[in-house]
């Protein structure tokens, strides 16, 4: 696990990708053709301390999967999932959720936690979310509903750039996920700020062309590789993030996953902040020698 020493030792700083099941990092992240048994998420856990799973958005684990993915990893003392929370609480609000959808979602996020592999739920909310008092009344009736967990929230429009809704989140021990985003005029800046004992970053690429085009799919709208120039103040803000004094944990989520980017960008940024070579899978090394012959 990587970790940064510097005012305050111990801290520790979580780097990985968003994902790890992609058909089109076959060759790049992961041998091809894949040996017998192989296990992507086992694989991709010997190189990163985090991985987002994204596939909680689209529909809750159940808690036998979510235990599956815990034993995959297990021999990883420190590795620590974090996982998207379904997108009916975040994406689908013209109807209130029922007691049902929250037992759903609980039945994985408990299974992961009780395995000791639950570092943060994440509340990704689209751009389209506004500031406004109906839609902090939802996130409050939110942080009540699943209060037991370490909680953290994207929002992307700069109308939450608002002194009273980080104190808000403070008060309520509640994370607040500091992103880069393409800057549009209304997009919430970078930053490195804290409001729990979680930090969190999420890097998700500068696709101007495609991040609002309505026909672009997950995979255009997140084809982006970072240089290494574009990731330098980034490692400067996780290591800001590591110093706070409120900070225990820091997860930094590469979200960029076109072709194995997130994956080689995840890395170069571990390299940068903790100023140590990083192991890289040996076809990740071909795909992207520029960016990582230099970090190994």
Known sequence: ?????????????????????????????????????????????????????NSTFYRPATAEVARGWAQRVGERDQFRFTAKLWRRFTHERDTAWTREDVDSVRAGFDALATAGKLGAVLLQFPWSFR?????????????????????????????????????????????????DQPMFRNSLPPSARATSSVGYIRVHGRNYKDWFRKTAGRDERYDYL???AELKPWAERTKALALEP??????????????????????????????????????LLKAYPEELSRLI
């Open 1 to 53: 696990m990587a970790r940064f020493s510097a005012d305050k030792p111990g801290t520790h700083i979580r780097f990985g990708p968003a994902g790890w099941d992609y058909p089109d990092w076959a060759g790049k992240v992961y041998p091809a053709p894949k040996p017998k048994g192989f296990d992507p998420l086992r694989y991709l856990s010997r190189y990163f301390q985090t991985i987002e799973i």
């Open 226 to 228: 970072y240089s290494a």
């Open 246 to 283: 409120s900070v225990t944990d820091v997860y930094v989520v590469n979200n960029n996953h076109f072709a194995g980017q997130a994956v080689t960008n995840a890395l170069m940024l571990e390299a940068q902040v903790t100023r140590q070579p990083v192991k890289a899978p040996e076809t």
């Open 131 to 179: 500031n406004d008092e109906r839609n902090r009344e939802w996130l409050r009736d939110l942080a009540r509903a699943f209060r037991e967990y370490p909680l953290v929230i994207e929002v992307r429009h700069i109308s939450w750039n608002e002194p009273d809704f980080y104190a808000e989140l403070a008060a309520g021990r509640i994370g607040i996920v500091n992103l």
